[in-house]
């Protein structure tokens, strides 16, 4: 990814907070800053998203759900007989209409972030269950 310079002034109490979170994330001082605007801009950009931390980084989120990925994992496209007004189009999940459109529009935004995480989760679990059948297939025989 190609970059640009930027130089901007900010407050002494804004970059001791900005350098503290640098540290505890184990990143650089500009390296938190592009990131931080980076995950503003898409906030902007994506009303309803929020980055949230996780064993593989930040992640996209709804702000009152689930990462993204987990809800365009289950509803990769929107199906239009369902009633955006009814939880129960949706059935058993815990997110509603309103909440699969946001992630869907975050999707079309970022395929291929959403994509990866999904591919990386589903290989997780087939590897947990392999392990899984290894130990348990043994001791069914």
């Known amino acids: 990814m190609t970059s640009r310079h930027l130089s901007l ?3 002494q109490d804004s970059y001791q907070k900005l350098d503290a979170l ?4 184990r990143e650089s001082v500009s390296e938190t800053a592009r990131r931080l ?4 801009r898409r906030m ?3 009303p309803g998203v929020v980055f ?3 064993f593989l980084g930040r992640r996209a989120a709804l702000a009152d759900g689930p ?3 987990k809800i365009i994992d289950v509803f990769p496209a929107w199906d ?5 007004k009814s939880s129960e189009t949706l059935g058993a999940t815990s997110v509603n209409a309103w909440q699969v459109m946001i992630a869907q529009r975050y999707y079309q935004s970022y395929p291929e972030e959403i994509d990866e995480l ?10 947990a269950y392999a392990e899984w059948l290894q130990v348990h297939g043994a001791t069914t025989r």
């Open 44 to 46: 902007d950009e994506h």
């Open 67 to 69: 990462q993204i990925w």
């Open 118 to 127: 999904i591919r990386l989760n589903r290989e997780a679990a087939d590897e």
């Open 9 to 11: 002034r900010i407050s």
């Open 22 to 25: 640098a540290h505890k994330e």
């Open 37 to 40: 605007i980076e995950e503003g």
């Open 80 to 84: 239009n007989t369902w009633d955006i």
């Open 52 to 54: 949230r931390p996780g």
